[in-house]
């Protein structure tokens, strides 16, 4: 199913949420689903996934873990490990790779200062600086460990940090993006210096301040975590245990930022609700049941109310996508730029076309209909129909020869909006004048509604015959039908 719709350059169906709907006999109601029948549906559903967070890993030659590591991937491989198996969606970025893993990005320069993150280093010129990188791997998460070689050179001044963090700052407000800096209170070395622990202090005091102003920092306390006996390889650099302590120490850093920073999709007072922070990446989600597919032989229309109060400089959206293999339109309500929109989406053929109307009204709702003859899509917050449909400003560019299955998702997203509950959601979701097809699924063996364990032993009874529970109609009840059962589960 091609659902990538977009308004104003941003996704609006990024994760697919396939969804079973049942006839109520249990569980909890999230928004009616109402044929020309008038029958009552509910929906359950797990939450998405998050969009990729893009790290980046910078410092000198304890980020690139060169040194000390057996591997050569310093904290960076136990990191990427404690985050994987989390289950976090992530990329390390940047110009520089070391260690044989997945992950292998990095910032990380052999014997640099803080001033030459900032500015680069006239020996290696071709290694770029901190603007640099910015633009070229757009981070969503810095992890900033620096000030060991300043150390040595006699500098334990916190202004190089708070320079470069002003630099992630003017690139913040010049590129509307977020950036959060998770900041080390560097590791000690061997023998113990006074002057690491004065610095550190010095950069927790200054970010500490950075952060009663609104700076998105996170502290990280590299200095406590190592025991300098046992975890270090040299008189600076860790071994390996040393560096697995490191990554533990950005991990939690790294969980309070993903559990902080996470957009939700959630069924609230018995409607959809969109919730996000203002510190997080892209997050976008829908929902698609299994039995929102229409024949395109026949003229359809669907519609569900919104709420959307909420007003910000970064993008927030919530609405309706149709979609086939390749193509989709999609109408949402939503605000930017201090403003409030209807937005207008389609990708028809490959040719995407994103427009947007201003919007008056909080509440109302959003209609798409397909006339079947004309094979076109009409959007609208008025009413169903050519007479009610969106003006486009180009020619209209939803009609085309659809093919099957096309199906019907809602949901909504966000660039940074800070939606707090209550702003944003979508309730009444109606199909009406529609042919659906496949329903029940085929999975639904028992036609009770559900895909649930009686169908799993109505496979199991018929094994290797025919009859129910041979979903893919190939004579036999086999392992593709016991995939297909589990896919719908």
Known sequence: ?????????????????????????????????????????????????????????????????????????????????????????????????????????????????????????????????????????????????????????????ANKISAILDLIDDYKAGSNTYVTVILAKIINRVPYSQATTTYNNAVEAMALSRIAGGDDIIIADMESALNYITDMADGIHPNDAGYEKMAKVWYDALAGFFNESRGRLDEVNQRLELTTTGRHTDFSSFYTANGWSFNTAQSFAVSIDFHYSDVSTEQGWMGICISDDSNYVTISAGSDSNASYFYYDAAIDGNVTSEQETRTIDDGTLYISFDSASKIFYLSHTGFGAGNAYNWQASNPTQDQWSEPVKASIGGGSTGADLESGEAYLDNFLINTAALLDWPPATDCNHDGYI?????????????????????????????DYAELGLAW
């Open 1 to 157: 199913m091609a659902c990538a719709a977009r308004f104003a350059h941003r996704p609006f169906c990024y994760n697919h949420v396939y969804m079973v709907v049942k006839v109520v006999k249990r569980r909890r109601r999230i928004f009616c689903v109402v044929w020309p029948a008038v029958i009552l549906f509910i929906i359950s559903f797990s939450l998405p996934a998050d969009a990729i967070t893009r790290i980046m890993p910078v410092g000198d030659s304890i980020t690139r873990g060169w040194y000390g590591s057996t591997y050569r991937w310093g904290y960076r491989k136990p990191l990427y490990d404690r985050l994987t198996i989390s289950g976090y969606r992530f990329d390390f970025v940047g110009g520089c790779a070391d260690g044989d893993f997945p992950g292998p990005n990095h910032e990380g320069h052999d014997g640099w200062r803080a001033d030459e993150i900032l500015n680069g280093n006239p020996g290696d010129l071709s290694a770029g600086k901190l603007a640099d990188w910015l633009t070229t791997y757009r981070p969503d998460v810095i992890l900033l460990h620096i000030g060991t070689n300043d150390i040595a050179a006699g500098n334990q001044d």
């Open 452 to 480: 649930d364990i009686y169908d799993l032993e109505i496979l199991c009874e018929n094994w290797l015959g025919a009859g129910r529970g041979d979903v893919d109609n190939s004579g036999t009840v086999d392992f593709v």
